[in-house]
T-cell receptor, first 110, second 114 residues
Framework: GQQLNQSPQSMFIQEGEDVSMNCTSSSIFNTWLWYKQDPGEGPVLLIALYKAGELTSNGRLTAQFGITRKDSFLNISASIPSDVGIYFCAGRRDGNQFYFGTGTSLTVIP | NAGVMQNPRHLVRRRGQEARLRCSPMKGHSHVYWYRQLPEEGLKFMVYLQKENIIDESGMPKERFSAEFPKEGPSILRIQQVVRGDSAAYFC????????????FGEGSWLTVV
């Protein structure tokens, strides 16, 4: 199946620092989604992107749809302890399944 | 998690038994996706269904696994003759339509095979 490469695999940061993670694909996607998953829970949608070049914010989170349509990044500003979790990207071509990245595990050190 | 209901949340089965996992979509959603997640791993696509139709089952194991989404009632993922390797979290996600470019996940069903 389609492979989405997500990096970094894990991050350990100090509270208050900014975070950046990205997702790349070998194929063009029409939609990019970013999710956060806490232990024992389902993924929760953070940001949805539908157009190449689109930059969307949700509070301290900002995500962009790459202009090549093969990548996306997620930034978190001024991290706080509750940002801890696993972040997944997902991409989709029209009418097909959503492909997920392997996840970025974020640890925030108070 | 935005109204997608999965049950049971936790299920324990002995090897050789059957497991049935249910997913009730958000109100108005007619498309269901099932994903499997092994510990410390990402979400692996299994099957994509709409009411009474399987759209894409390319991620389903060829044997023992089946899925349905009847006209009435929840979507069901069925695993026959479970083995230890089937132990995982199974998530369903739903969308409004096939052009609905956002999917919302349920809380997941954790299957443990003993």
């Amino acid at each position: 199946g389609q492979q989405l490469n997500q990096s970094p695999q894990s991050m350990f940061i100090q509270e208050g620092e900014d975070v950046s993670m990205n997702c790349t694909s070998s194929s063009i996607f029409n939609t990019w989604l970013w999710y956060k998953q806490d232990p024992g829970e389902g993924p929760v949608l953070l940001i949805a992107l539908y157009k190449a070049g689109e930059l969307t914010s949700n509070g301290r989170l900002t995500a962009q749809f790459g202009i090549t349509r093969k990548d996306s990044f997620l930034n978190i500003s001024a991290s706080i302890p509750s940002d801890v979790g696993i972040y997944f990207c997902a991409g989709r071509r029209d009418g097909n399944q959503f492909y997920f990245g392997t996840g970025t595990s974020l640890t925030v050190i108070p | 998690n935005a109204g997608v209901m999965q049950n049971p949340r936790h299920l324990v089965r002995r090897r050789g038994q059957e497991a049935r996992l249910r997913c009730s979509p958000m109100k108005g959603h007619s498309h269901v996706y099932w994903y499997r997640q092994l510990p410390e791993e990402g979400l692996k696509f299994m099957v994509y269904l709409q009411k009474e139709n399987i759209i894409d089952e390319s991620g389903m194991p060829k044997e023992r696994f089946s899925a349905e989404f009847p006209k009435e009632g929840p979507s069901i993922l069925r695993i026959q003759q479970v083995v230890r390797g089937d132990s995982a979290a199974y998530f369903c996600a739903t969308s409004f339509s096939d052009s609905g470019n956002t999917i919302y996940f349920g809380e997941g069903s954790w299957l443990t095979v003993v």
